[in-house]
Every structure is written in structure tokens, then in C-alpha cells.
């Protein structure tokens, strides 16, 4: 599976971003689709997963209902759209897949890996 993210920028506090991820190369239906992020010197902190069979998600406790993770199966691409944005969100964003129906909040867990994306917020 090869994942392309995209969507990243630059935006005020309290304001909104919306990364999108294209997959590419298999068929989705059996996998997981997580964000995680990453501020340099510091682990890769999960953030959000979609099951693709089903549609159901997971998030990390921060996201406190500000992000939303979507998929769109005829586009084959994961979305996460960032409300209320605050500066602490700043970070590299990745988004990973893996075979599985486990709805992991282990970066370990993920077998492919996109090219991170920057995010950053500014006061």
C-alpha cells in the first residue's frame, strides 16, 4: 500500500485544516487507517483510526471531539478534518494503514506509512 498525505499548512489557532490521505496499490476493505503525529524529539502520538470495512473510529483522548476521521471508498482516501485548532496540535501528521480490524493506538501496529505532512498553528 503505498499513502500519499496532503493537507497540510499553516493556520491561526482556533481555526480548521483537513489532511487527506490517498491509498493506493490494494484493495482497502480489510484495513485500518490511523493518523498519528509527531513533534520533533518526541514519540509519534496517535491521533485518530477508521476501520474501512465498517466505518467505525477510534481517537486519541486530546482530540476531545475536534477531529473527525472519514474515508471515502470511490476515492480510496482517508480524511481528517482538524476543528478548533490549538497550538499544541502543531506537529508532522502521518498517516498509516495496516491489514488487520484491530483499531490500534500503536505506531508499531502499522505495516505502511505515508510521508508525513506539516502542520502548524500560530497564535
Known amino acids: 500500500v503505498q499513502l500519499q498525505a496532503s493537507g497540510g499548512g499553516l493556520v491561526q489557532a482556533g481555526g480548521s485544516l483537513r489532511l487527506s490521505c490517498a491509498a493506493s496499490g490494494r484493495t482497502l476493505s480489510k484495513y485500518v487507517m490511523g493518523w498519528f503525529r509527531q513533534v520533533l524529539g518526541k514519540e509519534r502520538e496517535f491521533v485518530a483510526a477508521?476501520?474501512?470495512?465498517?466505518?467505525?473510529?477510534y481517537y486519541g483522548d486530546f482530540v476531545k471531539g475536534r477531529f473527525i476521521i472519514a474515508r471515502d471508498n470511490a476515492k480510496n482516501t482517508v480524511y481528517l478534518q482538524m476543528n478548533s485548532l490549538k497550538l499544541e496540535d502543531t506537529a508532522v501528521y502521518y498517516c498509516?494503514?495496516?491489514?488487520?480490524?484491530?483499531?490500534?493506538?500503536?505506531?508499531?501496529?502499522?505495516?505502511?506509512w505515508g510521508l508525513g505532512t506539516q502542520v502548524t498553528v500560530s497564535s
Open positions: 477508521i476501520r474501512w470495512s465498517d466505518g467505525i473510529t
Open positions: 498509516a494503514a495496516v491489514d488487520s480490524s484491530v483499531l490500534s493506538v500503536m505506531a508499531g501496529y502499522y505495516d505502511y
